[in-house]
């Protein structure tokens, strides 16, 4: 049974409306504590690979905020459905090369990629399966895949809209990402970061007020403490994983 909070399918020409609103919005002046902890994450990884010549393509790239930080890496690919934001991306960032379109129908060359990143594209895809598979086949073998995504029992926690006309809703579980990505990719870190509710004890242990009174007492180790707890306890807004692809004779059935 679909849940309340769920939308599968909307028309390709809602979904560019809402995705192009979306960015102007809210991601063209301002970037949230979720993205940025997600983009921190994802550059300690890059950073950990000790390469500064990747190809990176990113999906789902929005207003290109992160696309211009992912340069000091390599070669930066970004790719969105708002394709009035990615003009006047591709406008501040001319080193990026921006591709507006639907990522499942847009033709990317097979295997021309190193590291591929994703933040909060998967839960708003039809076919979710397809779209890992999509994502394993323009890597090469070996290649690295960075992807966020919102984590449902955490949402499901707070109190958020129903989905508006063009916006797919569909969240996952660690089990439930973990499942999706296990047939092309080998999962090397899974976490959760970033909690926040907007309800219950966990608001108020998150709130800025309660953090702020913390550093003022001295105490910021225990907001610290209390933050890290949440986050072993999955309890991070975001799933964030790194996965790598597999090699062609050692992918499972």
């Known amino acids: ?13 809602e979904q560019v409306a809402f995705w192009n609103a979306w960015n102007a919005a809210c991601r063209e ?14 550059a300690r990884w890059l950073q950990q ?9 990113e999906v789902g790239c929005g207003a290109g905020w992160l696309c211009s930080r992912l340069r000091e890496f390599g070669a930066v ?45 998967l839960s708003h895809v039809t076919d979710q399966s397809a779209f890992i598979t999509k994502l394993a086949s323009l ?27 063009g916006q797919i809703r569909q969240w996952v579980d660690r089990h439930e990402l973990t499942s999706l990505l296990k047939r092309e990719f080998d999962v090397e870190e899974l976490l959760s970061i970033t909690p926040q509710c907007n309800r219950g004890l966990l608001r108020v242990i998150n709130s800025r007020k309660v953090n702020d ?40 059935s």
């Not at 002046?29 to 921190?40: N, W």
């Not at 501040?92 to 933040?119: N, Q």
């Not at 992807?147 to 508006?164: F, G, K, V, Y």
């Not at 986050?231 to 090699?247: D, F, P, Y």
């Open 49 to 57: 690979l000790g390469r500064k010549n990747l190809d990176i393509l």
């Open 77 to 121: 690919t970004g790719t969105d459905l708002s394709n009035e934001v990615l003009e006047r991306a591709s406008a501040r960032s001319p080193d990026v090369t921006y591709v507006a379109g639907d990522f499942m129908v847009l033709d990317f060359h097979k295997e021309a990629y190193d590291v591929i990143v994703s933040l909060e594209v």
């Open 29 to 42: 002046h301002e970037i949230d504590r979720v993205s940025i902890d997600q983009g921190d994450q994802v």
């Open 139 to 165: 890597l090469r073998p070996g290649g690295y895949l960075m992807l966020a995504t919102q984590n449902r029992p955490q949402l499901e926690r707070n109190d958020i809209p129903r989905p508006a006309p």
């Open 1 to 13: 049974m679909l849940k309340s909070d769920q939308r599968l399918d909307a028309p390709m020409h």
């Open 213 to 252: 009174v913390l550093g003022k007492l001295g105490l910021a180790g225990a907001s610290r403490y209390l933050k890290s707890v949440q986050e072993r306890g999955w309890l991070g807004w975001t799933l964030i994983c790194l996965a790598r692809k597999r090699a062609e004779n050692t992918r499972l």
